[in-house]
């Protein structure tokens, strides 16, 4: 997907959400956007030169491999999303399957990290792997999680969407769309939070920021 399709397509999105949403709950939407840039959740996520969390996963092999072990093969990218309900995050998701070929000629591995279990092998790319964050325990860390107030959470409800159930956790909460790029010494080289769920980091200023890791 080239860059204006994707920044398009994430505008007509959001064009769409508008037009068609009724008031009151984009404004519920809104509100929640507005407080967590009030309660600066951007500030407070892991920043640029701090360390970056191991944590374990299970690779399309089938084995579990760590993030350290990964790094020891190039830089890798974590990019957290909400689930595969998200209109935003399947957007973002097909966007960086298109990008696969040349991330790995990059010598990068690329991970996306969502707190939905898949339940449909079919849904998951297959050129990249997709980790399960139960409790989003790796995206805590990372501090990136809030919790769903209850207008939100209400919302949710009367879309059909229960995240309790969808996420396997008793825990009504989502990790804010970020992209981090992990440099081989295990410093956090590059950050892209927004704690608006609309906006996401496109793969081409991803690719640019790659560059510098890998030349």
């Given amino acids: 997907m080239p860059p204006s399709a994707f920044l398009d397509k994430l505008a007509q999105l959001r064009s769409n959400n508008c037009e068609n949403l009724p ?11 507005a407080r967590l840039r009030r309660e600066g959740l951007q500030s ?34 974590l990019s957290f999303f909400r689930g595969f309900w998200c209109p935003y995050c399947k957007t973002e998701i097909e966007a960086y399957e298109d990008v696969q ?5 990059m010598g990068c591995t690329y991970l996306a990290i969502t707190p939905q279990k898949p339940v449909d092998a079919a849904t998951l790319p297959s050129n990249y792997d997709v980790v399960y964050d139960r409790d989003n325990l790796i995206a805590r860390r990372f501090g990136i999680v809030y919790e769903l107030d ?22 009504w909460e989502l990790p804010v769309p970020a992209t ?3 440099a081989q010494d295990r410093t956090i080289g590059f950050e892209y ?5 609309r906006a996401r980091c496109c793969p081409d200023q991803l690719i640019k920021e790659l560059k510098s890791f890998t030349a």
């Fill in 44 to 77: 407070k996520c892991l920043q640029t030169g701090e360390t970056a969390p191991d944590f374990s996963l299970q690779s399309h092999s089938g084995g579990d491999i760590s993030l350290y072990t990964l790094l020891k093969n190039g830089p890798v990218v």
């Fill in 150 to 171: 209850h207008a939100e959470r209400d919302l949710f409800q009367s879309w059909g969407l229960l995240l309790d159930k969808v996420n396997e956790s008793d825990k």
């Fill in 180 to 182: 981090f790029i992990l």
């Fill in 101 to 105: 070929g040349e991330l790995e000629r």
């Fill in 193 to 197: 939070v927004d704690v608006d769920f």
């Fill in 23 to 33: 008031t009151p709950e984009l404004a519920v939407l809104n509100r929640t956007v």
